[in-house]
């Protein structure tokens, strides 16, 4: 079981910057890869950011070179930070974890998605 826990959204002016953090807790250590995803009025949810446990990085095209996905290992704790801000990037944002699918290491396969609870990103023109 992991546990996800985002915070760091607000209201922020188009062009301005904001930075979410996902606190994960439970079994973090059989994590396979960690993203963010967010969902607007009326649309699917979609992915924006993810990072695999060794750290490579993939970007949804509309956020590339605006925002940046890290991690302090120590802490457990992911981030997205968000530059020059929109409207269109105005959405919930949700932490995901993916954990491990087949055995590794003391890992069993664990085929559940683990959610945050979302955070709520306001973009004002």
């Known amino acids: 079981q992991v546990q996800l826990v985002e915070s760091g959204g607000g209201l922020v002016q188009a062009g301005g910057s904001l930075r979410l953090s996902c606190a994960a807790s439970?079994?973090?250590?059989?994590?396979?890869?960690m993203g963010w995803y967010r969902q607007g009025p009326g649309k699917e949810r979609e992915v924006v950011a993810a990072m695999t446990r060794g750290g490579s990085t993939n970007y949804a095209d509309s956020v590339k070179g605006r925002f940046t996905i890290s991690r302090d290992n120590a802490e457990n704790t992911l981030y997205l930070q968000m530059n020059s801000l929109n409207p269109e990037d105005a959405a919930v944002y949700y932490c995901?974890?993916?954990?491990?699918?087949?055995?590794?290491?003391?890992?069993?396969?664990?085929?559940?998605?683990?959610w945050g609870q979302g955070t709520q990103v306001t973009v004002s023109s």
């Open positions: 995901n974890a993916d954990p491990f699918r087949v055995f590794v290491g003391a890992c069993a396969p664990d085929e559940y998605d683990y």
């Open positions: 439970g079994n973090t250590i059989c994590i396979s890869s």
